[in-house]
């Protein structure tokens, strides 16, 4: 069986994600940082719950610890979990956005390498977003372009910089961001955009289901590779 771990997946694409899946055989682990809400996921879902708070290095040391203890290693990761922050941009709100965003996915990557390291084909797959490529931003004809999220933005940009790097210092493991779409989530409400969180799940579970010979270092859509 394939163990995985998705942080941030109690709702939205992260929910879908498990669902997906879970259909596929995998043991899924959804960790979240209220106990309530992600226990009743998990519940829902039929999948394993660890509380797992990306900003707090105690929270994913116990969580991963947890995994450790039952399953004694993971298969894919899923860096998932993320915040939009406010449109003012000040020294709180950018530190809030980055250490969820960008410094979380440091936190439980590292927490996790020496299970993924056990595993015969270990993959990790970051949510990033193409809000954070120069590409999309800089182009009139993406929806990107007019998206007034600097710091998310900013934060998507170090997110997809990290899986990157990480797919160079652990040639071992395929590291893979993800622009998953404008999806309709929580996050997204105030500006009434967005297909399905099921929709844009697909793209995940693509690359959270790769070969041991699959790409390593790059950010994809659901129609390959894009620039950034």
């Known amino acids: 069986m394939t163990i995985t771990l998705i942080t941030g997946a109690n709702k939205g694409i992260g929910f879908e994600t498990a669902k997906q899946l879970l259909q596929l055989g995998h043991v899924v682990y959804i960790g979240a940082r209220d106990a309530e809400r992600g226990e009743k996921a998990a519940a829902e879902l039929g999948a394993r719950f660890v509380q797992l708070d990306v900003t707090d290095d105690a929270s994913v040391s116990s969580a991963l610890a947890t995994i450790d203890s039952a399953e004694g290693r993971l298969d894919v990761l899923v860096n998932n979990a993320g915040i939009l922050g406010d449109v003012v941009a000040d020294g709180p709100t950018a530190l809030r956005v980055f250490d969820t965003n960008a410094v979380g996915i440091v936190r439980v990557t590292e927490a996790a390498l020496p299970l993924l390291r056990k595993s015969s084909n270990p993959a990790v797959v970051t949510v990033s977003s193409s809000a954070g490529s120069f590409w999309a931003v800089t182009n009139p004809e993406r929806p990107e372009f007019n998206l007034p ?32 779409g404008t999806t309709a989530t929580d996050m997204t409400a105030a500006f009434g955009i967005g297909r399905s969180p099921a929709e844009s799940a697909e793209v995940i579970v693509r690359l959270a289901t790769l070969d041991a010979d699959g790409p390593t270092g790059t950010f994809q859509d659901e129609n390959g590779e894009l620039p950034w």
């Open 149 to 180: 999220l600097a710091l998310y933005s900013a934060s998507k940009s170090a997110a997809t910089m990290l899986t990157v790097q990480y797919a160079k210092s652990q040639p071992g493991i395929k590291f893979n961001a993800v622009e998953p």
